[in-house]
């Protein structure tokens, strides 16, 4: 009888896991804690219901700097919209959306070898009153839910100083994107993985690139206890052999980047028999920890994981949360040619230091042709110095939301004369800077000033973009207040060349002026064109852009008001290779001309926003 017990419960063994790998991270996850739930034993103490204290820190928004409307901000206290539905200004609301951004000519190429369990594109990070123990996370979605990846706890409290070796980040939960086809709004709640420590920082991370439209947030609520819930026997079997867990500590990190000494002994098995070129294209499939975890086995593998050539690319922007300067101390042998470097995200709270940077740039500097560093708090004055000294090559550089580096430190790019490509977005980057960049870097072809309101007078500076930056490709003017006609002109008299132009949410340009006319008639090779909010868009400025720019692929005009069906139609017409029109609120379009319009050019995705 005992055999036959035995070998039922390996069949039943084998069975749970066959099922854990070929479900999604959130199922297994969702199927984890479903079996320890009855484990677990009911809390000691009253579960508190916090919400949202304070928002510190996110990597975009739809709303401006200086105001509520479509800001992370709104997801402070007690809902504003929920149980109502739709499109709100009192939500909060990430930048872009779908897949359209990835095909604008200002897009940039994504970095190979990114692993499969990250998705994230945008997060926000919010504090909590008290730290507690979480046992459930309610996330109110009031707009095209289904954004949401990842939710994640940390162990720092925001409001005491942590020291760096005792932060520790855990996933509360992790799922795909998705496309959630429901109109109403909903209320997300998780079944999330229990932590041994207390939080009261709260991460959310997002995929947008499934939405038909933009994501829209309304409040998060965190449950959790005081005392900790302790598990009543053994964990259950699921947990004794993880292939999808994550571990985000330091110390894993450290131990997966760190070169450890293999013996005389190690053999290098069939290897050896295989082309150099043949082992180099198979191990370029790896994700980074793979490669260091293979390269602990044989001296030959550790060797091909050692070679310079496999690190070309290198993101770190996956493994944010484990990274540190000991870390990027272990890649310096592997990181001699590197030249598209990502390290995006990582950094903050004191991982990575000025100090542990400069000495990365120093090692791998002077390859480098591309490096992002969006929402890399610990960069300051330093840093961008040590930049422009040790990497002459650079040709595009992203600080996107690097919203803690000081007016000074802008000055410094200035001296990367070879630069293509510059992100600036939601920095604190002043005129004075920014008049020395465009003096002096004249080879820029992509340019994102979006929401850079420490710019005094705009027009000053497009002047100075349409006489230097001839070869300008792209640019982000997005929610420049103080743009008027003359920069407008300047920029499209200089600047013929440009495919790619957002002049979302620049109030101060009057179509009285003809300043859109004179852009339809100055970029003929336009590919998208963002007049989003300007209320005095007109039927002529359409007609202008059909008659001039036909390779139009992305238009939004949200907003307008004087925009007739008719123009619309004849710029559909016109313009055969458009895809993407957004007529949200305006005014003349109601439901019915989208529904029709939709039905005589179905290729073309026409957007119109609503609320319940």
């Not at 479903?34 to 677990?40: D, K, P, Q, T, Y």
């Not at 293999?262 to 180099?280: A, D, M, R, V």
């Not at 790896?286 to 490669?291: E, N, R, Y």
């Amino acid at each position: 009888m005992y055999p036959m017990l035995t070998v039922l419960s390996m069949f039943y063994y084998i069975c749970l896991r066959r099922r854990a790998r070929s479900g999604t991270r959130g199922e297994i996850m969702n199927s984890r804690r479903a079996i320890e739930s009855s484990n677990r034993i009911l809390p000691l103490s009253v579960e508190l219901v916090q919400h949202v204290k304070e928002v510190v820190d996110f990597s975009s928004q739809y709303g401006s700097e200086n105001s509520l409307s479509y800001t992370m901000w709104n997801l402070s206290g007690l809902p504003n919209v929920y149980p109502s539905s739709g499109d709100f200004t009192q939500s909060a609301v990430f930048r872009t959306y779908g897949r359209w951004w990835e095909k604008c000519p200002g897009s940039s190429q994504p970095f190979r070898r990114i692993p499969r369990t990250f998705q994230s594109q945008d997060y926000v990070e919010l504090i909590f009153e008290e730290a507690v123990y979480p046992t459930a996370i309610d996330v109110l979605e009031t707009y095209h839910p289904g954004a949401i990846v990842r939710i994640l706890a940390c162990s720092a409290n925001h409001y005491s100083q942590t020291p760096p070796s005792e932060v520790r980040w855990e996933t509360l939960w992790a799922g795909d994107p998705g496309k959630v086809n429901i109109l109403q709004a909903r209320q997300f709640t998780p079944s999330i993985k229990q932590i041994n420590f207390t939080t009261n920082l709260i991460r959310l991370e997002l995929n947008s690139s499934l939405l038909e439209y933009y994501a829209e947030l309304d409040a998060v609520l965190l449950h959790g206890v005081r005392d900790r819930l302790f598990p009543l026997h053994k964990p259950s079997m699921l947990d004794l052999e993880d292939d999808d867990k994550e571990d985000h500590s330091i110390e894993f990190f450290n131990e997966q980047f760190s070169g450890k000494t293999l013996t005389e002994s190690t053999k290098n098995g069939y290897f050896e028999k295989l082309p150099y070129e043949l082992i180099q294209l198979i191990l370029s499939h790896l994700t980074i920890p793979d490669l260091c975890q293979l390269a602990q086995t044989c001296k030959l593998l550790h060797q091909h994981c050692y070679d310079p050539l496999q690190y070309v690319q290198l993101s770190l922007q996956p493994y944010w949360a484990g990274l540190n300067d000991a870390s990027l101390e272990h890649l310096h042998a592997r990181c001699a040619l590197v030249q598209w470097l990502n390290l995006s995200w990582t950094g903050n709270r004191g991982y990575i230091t000025m100090q542990g940077f400069s000495r990365f740039m120093q090692v791998c500097g002077f390859e480098l042709v591309r490096l992002e560093l969006a929402c890399c708090h610990f960069l300051n004055e330093t840093c961008l110095e040590v930049i422009a000294q040790m990497c002459p090559n650079l040709q595009e550089l992203n600080l996107s939301s690097c919203d803690k580096l000081n007016t000074q430190a802008f000055c410094h790019i200035a001296k990367i004369s070879g630069l293509r490509r510059l992100v600036v977005y939601r920095t604190k980057i002043e005129q004075t800077a920014l008049l020395s960049i465009l003096n002096f870097c004249l080879e820029l072809q992509h340019l994102s000033l979006g929401s850079c309101v420490m710019v005094e007078d705009y027009d000053l500076v497009a002047g100075v973009i349409g006489a230097k930056c001839k070869k300008l490709r792209s640019l982000d003017l997005w929610r420049c207040k103080n743009i008027t006609e003359n920069g407008l002109a300047a920029i499209v008299t200089g600047c013929q060349l440009l495919e790619d132009l957002d002049l979302g949410w620049c109030p101060t340009l009057q179509s009285s002026s003809g300043c859109f006319v004179k852009l339809a008639r100055k970029l003929p090779n336009l590919r998208k064109i963002f007049l989003t909010a300007n209320r005095s868009v007109c039927d002529s400025d359409i007609e202008e852009l059909a008659r001039n720019c036909p390779r139009l692929f992305h238009v939004d005009i949200l907003g307008t008001r004087m925009v007739s069906a008719v123009a619309l139609q004849k710029l559909l017409q016109c313009c055969k290779e458009l895809q993407l029109l957004d007529v949200s609120f305006c005014s003349q379009i109601d439901s019915r001309v989208v529904q029709e319009l939709s039905v005589n050019f179905p290729n073309v995705a026409i957007k119109k926003s609503y609320t319940q």
